[in-house]
Nanobody
Framework: QVQLVESGGGLVQAGGSLRLSCAAS????????MGWFRQAPGKKRELVVA????????YYADAVKGRFTISRDNAKNTMYLQMDSLEPQDTAVYYC?????????????????????WGQGTQVTVSS
């Protein structure tokens, strides 16, 4: 099955930036809708950003609009999350996830239950 590996997490001060990467192997990345989830201590996992198979359509949770940017490079089988103006409430484990089922090429999948394969997670900590 498809394997996802996240990288790029770490410790950053409020107002700083991080860039997360998600590398896919085992199946063609370009055929799948993708997204990033996060889970903060004591909170449930939430979908924060999503991107369509083609990269033409995106979704951003209200909490990250204007600060986070999702992108993908299908030739490299890699998805990215550029995080700017980070805030302490962004502290969480961030998970890369994909949708195995077929989806229209221009639709960002916003139903969490559609995501069925995951990376191991990468910790993002934002200090004040």
């Amino acid at each position: 099955q498809v394997q996802l590996v996240e990288s790029g997490g770490g410790l950053v001060q409020a107002g700083g930036s991080l860039r997360l990467s998600c590398a896919a192997s085992g199946r063609t990345f370009s055929n799948n809708a993708m997204g990033w989830f996060r889970q903060a201590p004591g909170k449930k996992r939430e979908l924060v950003v999503a991107i369509s198979r083609s990269g033409s359509s995106t979704y951003y949770a209200d909490a990250v609009k204007g600060r986070f940017t999702i992108s993908r490079d299908n030739a490299k089988n890699t998805m990215y999350l550029q995080m700017d103006s980070l805030e302490p409430q962004d502290t969480a484990v961030y998970y890369c996830a994909g949708v195995s089922a077929w989806a229209p090429v221009s639709v960002a999948v916003t139903i969490p239950g559609q995501y069925d394969y995951w990376g191991q997670g990468t910790q993002v900590t934002v200090s004040s």
